[in-house]
């Protein structure tokens, strides 16, 4: 088998037929003598003249074993198999569980929010009421925070295990073909709860549970596991409110922002860690300017929304985009009462006129020694009272927000550009709102932005405040071998809650792994 690139314009897709040819005219080999093909990967290059697509493609020539479509192991019934509790339904539980189907374990979801389609519904009173629900929001419910921030599918180191296997598996359960192949994949928010359900039906299907509005509030150990305590929310006043689940083995996967997993372990007195984490702003660009900018401006209809990707470093600490969400819209993603926080997601026509991304410094323990004294929970405090500074200055989820050029120079903007963020942005002076050693790094790290991207820095770019919930600011530490919490066998901590992952496929890589360890074939 042989590895070769073939480039096609960007203005027609080219067939199967049209891509084995190009391969053969690269490979200087006959006509007819590749056998079979698989595409592995499609990158846009807009560099110099004319846009092209890259293809990377695998071959095998006649005489050669043909390349073997991927194939999906079978999931089994599990019904009467040995459960285990899988505690939060984002993409790492969800691909523990459907692993753990897989390897003829029962996976038990316990999920605090409600299920992907009524999520919508809360989120919709955030926006227009500015009502939170704690418990089923942009971060919480079924699918976890990935779900509504345009299902981004970007990692493709393989360190964690076989990427393949989770691309398979989206597409499997709905998810464009596309996504295979392409570098910067994304399903869309649109597209996403679909493919979600799908996953939940077939844990349900053979024999697995998923529990919605089930809060797990305490970890008790028994002589031969673990109990898990669930607080039942949403409940007639006349029924039981509280369940109790019993297992051998928890993968803890609650997510980044599920702080009262942290309350709890801090409380008992089990090992946690803090752990950096980066905060700063939502950057709001006009998405035909991004265009411009990306395509040398030659941008056509046909081509992909464009998107970018910025890195710095400013006084000895990293300045980076993160999330960016091309032709997307600007959310609220608090999780609890007073709190100011923003996320970004995109649809996935990704045809809404702004383009928006975080934009965000690095922050490591050592940035914060003022919140010392709180421990582990050092960072996670510094984070609270960012949230809680932004959302006091104006009293609401209404974002302070302020014009690029304007922030850079130290100047409140007299006025602000449209923004698709609903509940609305105030001019606000957010060089002063941001913890300085955050606002200097951004204010520098603009302008030099702007030598990668020509016309990036400009005050028709709106930084509304604050972008926070990056990662998790508190790692729940394991065995390197195990995956098991080092002090708590059977509990398993897994994901972005847990400091060992950061986006959908990394975090869906872990829960495989945790699966794959619980069931001892890893």
């Not at 509790?85 to 189907?101: D, E, H, Q, S």
């Not at 372990?265 to 990306?294: C, D, M, S, Y």
């Not at 959310?331 to 965000?360: D, I, Q, Y």
């Not at 604050?466 to 059977?490: C, N």
Request: with cysteine; proline share 6%; glycine share 10%.
């Amino acid at each position: 088998m042989k590895e070769v690139e073939v480039v096609f314009p960007a203005n027609a897709a080219p067939s199967e037929k049209e891509i084995v040819s190009a391969c053969e005219r690269s490979l200087r080999v006959r006509p007819a003598t590749i056998n079979s093909h698989e595409i592995r990967k499609r990158s846009l290059d807009a560099r110099g003249g004319e846009i092209k697509f890259r293809y990377r493609v695998n071959v095998t020539f006649k005489g050669e074993q043909p390349i073997q479509p991927y194939k999906l192991q079978e999931f089994q019934n599990v019904k009467d198999a040995e459960p285990v509790i899988v505690v939060g339904c984002g993409p790492a539980g969800l691909f523990a569980a459907l692993k753990l189907l897989q390897v003829g374990l029962k996976p038990i979801i316990l999920e605090r929010g409600k299920d992907v389609h009524q999520r919508k519904f809360d989120m919709a009173k955030l926006s227009k009421e500015q009502q939170v629900n704690p418990n089923s929001n942009y971060c919480f419910g079924e699918g976890g925070a990935g779900t509504f921030s345009d299902g981004k599918l970007y990692t493709r180191s393989t360190k964690k295990g076989d990427i393949r296997e989770i691309l398979h598996m989206f597409v499997h359960f709905g998810a464009d073909p596309a996504i295979l192949i392409e570098s910067h994949a994304h399903i869309g928010s649109d597209k996403l709860p679909r493919v979600i359900e799908n996953m939940r039906n077939c844990i349900i299907g053979h024999g697995g549970e998923v529990h919605f509005n089930s809060w797990a509030t305490d970890f008790q150990r028994t002589s031969s596991g673990w109990d898990v305590v669930v607080e039942e929310l949403d409940l007639p006043d006349n029924l039981s409110g509280r369940k109790i689940y019993s297992a051998n083995n928890i993968i803890l996967a609650t997510g980044h922002s599920a702080r009262d997993i942290y309350e709890l372990f801090n409380a008992k007195g089990w090992t946690i860690e803090p752990k950096g984490f980066a905060l700063g702003v939502r950057v709001e660009h006009p998405q035909h300017l991004i265009n411009n900018i990306q395509y040398h401006g030659k941008y056509q209809p046909y081509l992909p929304t464009a998107e970018y990707s910025l890195v710095t470093q400013v006084d000895g600490r990293g300045v980076f985009s993160f999330c960016m969400c091309p032709g997307g819209i600007l959310v609220p993603a608090a999780t609890g009462e007073g709190e100011m926080v923003l996320n970004g997601m995109s649809n996935s026509a990704r045809n809404s006129k702004w383009a928006n991304a975080g934009v965000v410094v690095q922050v490591n323990p050592e940035d914060v020694p003022e919140y010392a004294h709180h421990g582990p929970l050092q960072v996670l405090r510094f984070q609270q009272d960012v949230e809680k500074k932004m959302f006091a200055a104006s009293g609401s989820i209404k974002a302070p927000a302020q014009r690029m050029e304007d922030f850079s120079r130290g100047v409140v903007s007299k006025d602000l550009p449209e923004t698709s963020y609903k509940p609305g942005a105030y001019p606000a002076p957010l060089h002063e709102l941001l913890p300085p050693f955050v606002a200097s790094r951004l204010q520098k790290a603009f302008p030099e932005f702007n030598k990668k991207m020509r016309g990036y820095f400009t005050n028709k770019a709106l930084l509304l405040a604050v972008e926070s919930r990056t990662s998790s600011p508190v790692r729940i530490p394991r065995d390197k071998e195990t995956l098991q919490h080092v002090s708590l066998p059977g509990i398993y901590p897994c994901g972005e809650g847990a400091g060992y992952a950061g986006g959908i496929v990394s975090s869906a890589l872990d829960g495989v792994n945790c699966a794959l360890k619980i069931k001892g074939i890893l």
